[in-house]
Protein backbone atom coordinates (compact mmCIF):
# COMPACT_ATOMS: atom_id res chain seq x y z
CA UNK A 1 0.00 0.00 0.00
CA UNK A 2 2.86 2.27 0.46
CA UNK A 3 4.59 1.59 -2.41
CA UNK A 4 1.06 2.06 -4.34
CA UNK A 5 0.78 5.71 -2.82
CA UNK A 6 4.70 6.78 -3.45
CA UNK A 7 3.99 5.72 -7.15
CA UNK A 8 0.73 7.70 -6.98
CA UNK A 9 2.27 11.03 -6.62
CA UNK A 10 5.76 10.18 -8.41
CA UNK A 11 6.07 8.05 -11.41
CA UNK A 12 2.11 7.41 -12.08
CA UNK A 13 1.57 11.00 -12.09
CA UNK A 14 3.84 11.89 -15.23
CA UNK A 15 2.79 8.86 -16.33
CA UNK A 16 -0.88 9.90 -16.00
CA UNK A 17 -0.20 13.47 -17.78
CA UNK A 18 1.51 11.40 -20.63
CA UNK A 19 -1.43 9.52 -21.06
CA UNK A 20 -3.91 12.52 -20.75
CA UNK A 21 -2.06 14.43 -23.48
CA UNK A 22 -3.50 12.07 -25.82
CA UNK A 23 -6.85 10.98 -24.23
CA UNK A 24 -9.86 11.03 -25.75
CA UNK A 25 -13.67 10.82 -24.26
CA UNK A 26 -14.68 7.23 -22.87
CA UNK A 27 -17.96 6.83 -25.25
CA UNK A 28 -19.48 4.61 -22.69
CA UNK A 29 -21.27 5.20 -19.84
CA UNK A 30 -19.76 5.22 -16.09
CA UNK A 31 -20.63 4.34 -12.71
CA UNK A 32 -17.59 5.88 -10.24
CA UNK A 33 -17.22 5.17 -6.66
CA UNK A 34 -14.95 6.88 -3.70
CA UNK A 35 -14.26 6.68 -0.25
CA UNK A 36 -16.33 9.27 1.56
CA UNK A 37 -14.41 8.86 4.77
CA UNK A 38 -11.28 8.88 2.46
CA UNK A 39 -8.92 10.90 1.30
CA UNK A 40 -9.92 10.59 -2.29
CA UNK A 41 -13.23 12.59 -2.37
CA UNK A 42 -11.88 15.49 0.22
CA UNK A 43 -9.41 17.14 -2.13
CA UNK A 44 -10.61 16.33 -5.74
CA UNK A 45 -13.90 16.69 -7.41
CA UNK A 46 -13.97 13.32 -8.46
CA UNK A 47 -17.84 13.75 -10.35
CA UNK A 48 -16.17 16.68 -12.05
CA UNK A 49 -12.98 14.72 -12.71
CA UNK A 50 -15.13 11.68 -14.28
CA UNK A 51 -17.95 14.04 -16.49
CA UNK A 52 -14.44 15.37 -17.75
CA UNK A 53 -13.22 12.01 -19.34
CA UNK A 54 -16.57 10.83 -20.51
CA UNK A 55 -19.13 11.63 -23.12
CA UNK A 56 -22.16 9.98 -21.44
CA UNK A 57 -23.77 9.63 -18.34
CA UNK A 58 -21.96 9.45 -15.25
CA UNK A 59 -23.03 7.93 -12.61
CA UNK A 60 -21.50 8.08 -8.88
CA UNK A 61 -21.62 7.10 -5.39
CA UNK A 62 -19.34 7.99 -2.60
CA UNK A 63 -19.34 5.00 -0.16
CA UNK A 64 -19.30 4.75 3.40
CA UNK A 65 -15.95 3.84 4.03
CA UNK A 66 -11.91 4.53 4.60
CA UNK A 67 -9.13 4.53 2.04
CA UNK A 68 -9.67 0.60 1.13
CA UNK A 69 -12.73 1.00 -0.69
CA UNK A 70 -12.55 -2.56 -2.50
CA UNK A 71 -11.57 -3.82 0.93
CA UNK A 72 -14.02 -2.18 2.99
CA UNK A 73 -16.98 -1.56 0.71
CA UNK A 74 -17.10 -4.43 -1.58
CA UNK A 75 -20.50 -5.53 -1.22
CA UNK A 76 -22.18 -2.42 -1.36
CA UNK A 77 -20.25 -1.42 -4.69
CA UNK A 78 -21.61 -4.99 -5.59
CA UNK A 79 -24.74 -3.74 -4.84
CA UNK A 80 -24.45 -0.54 -6.59
CA UNK A 81 -23.25 -2.11 -9.61
CA UNK A 82 -25.92 -4.46 -9.88
CA UNK A 83 -28.46 -2.02 -9.81
CA UNK A 84 -27.10 -0.02 -12.55
CA UNK A 85 -27.39 -2.87 -14.43
CA UNK A 86 -30.86 -3.35 -14.42
CA UNK A 87 -31.92 0.64 -15.22
Not at 55 to 72: F, N, P
Amino acid sequence: MCEDNRAAATLDLYMDRAEDAQWRQLHRPVLAFWEAKGTVGKPWDVLASWRAESAERVSHKALACGDLLTEEAHDAMLAEFSASVRE
